[in-house]
């Protein structure tokens, strides 16, 4: 077990070190001096890779320093993406959807985990036990996330719309806590906090499906990669040395984020046991069809333009050039 402070950043960076040994490290042919990359509670690997210092070590020698800085939700990864204070975020695929065809330029370039980061929460003792019970009800969620597709999602299912419901628009963290105070009657939720809300704060989840959350997405800046094409695929390489060593010492994962997200380790143990999967393949097929079924329920509700082509959109959103030849991590 790693003890953490400076002792554990020593044995996390000399374990994911070892997987570094054979992985080759490219030139850099141009004058970058820094790369912005998002860590996120919702991407665990993104947490070991910062807490690894593994991205600092495999760029040090061409003089390109690492920036982190930490997203709170798909929304924010992609405002930043957008407004050019990152090259590399994390958000849902219906998330990056949302964003790339109201045209913020990027490019899904990797899958981090295969999650089922989002599910409807009320109160525990709340009369509501199925989505349909939801009509007439006021619902916090964060517009443009996962959570928020998903609630979409849930709603046309039980033949509802947004229009049935009174959203209430809300950070993730703000939408727990207004949950919990009885000022609204659902929350769609999003882990570690949705954890620590079923385990802390008197709530429940009542309607769970996974195939109706998208996957978990590393994105990079459109410009960026057209700039840096081979620092992008060393990026994503160093990105699977931190997945592989999350895959291979779980515990020692979740007490990173335990500290990164300020959690108990109950709560952590809850969103990564029962609900993450980190052995997902590269980016591809798989990605493309949970994407455009997602944007399907977009455009049914509004929130993407009935004349967007979703086959060509979808199509210029996930960029699987850059993952060819990635670590195979099913093995």
Known sequence: MIRYH??????????????????????????????????????????????????????????????????????KALEFLSAGALDFGSTAGASALIGWVHGNPIRAVYVYSHPEWTALVTRIGSEIKTVADLKGKTIAVTRGTDPHVFLVRCLQQAGLSESDVKVILLQHADGKAALLRGDVDAWAGLDPLMAAAELEGSAKIFHRDKTSNSWGILNVRQAFADGHPDVVRRVLKTYDLAKAWSIAHPEELRRLLAKSAKLPLAVVERQMSDRTELTVPAIGDAQKTTIYEAGLALQKAGVIRNDVDLRSAVDHLVDTQYSRGEIDLRD
């Open 6 to 75: 400076a002792v554990g950043a020593l044995a996390l960076a000399t374990g994911l070190l070892a997987f570094l040994c054979a992985t080759p490290i490219a030139t850099a042919r141009d004058a970058l001096t820094e790369i912005r990359i998002d860590w996120a509670t919702y991407n665990p690997v993104s947490v070991a890779l910062k807490e690894s210092r593994l991205l600092e070590g495999e760029f040090e020698k061409d003089g390109i320093a690492i920036r982190w800085i930490q997203s709170m939700g798909s929304n």
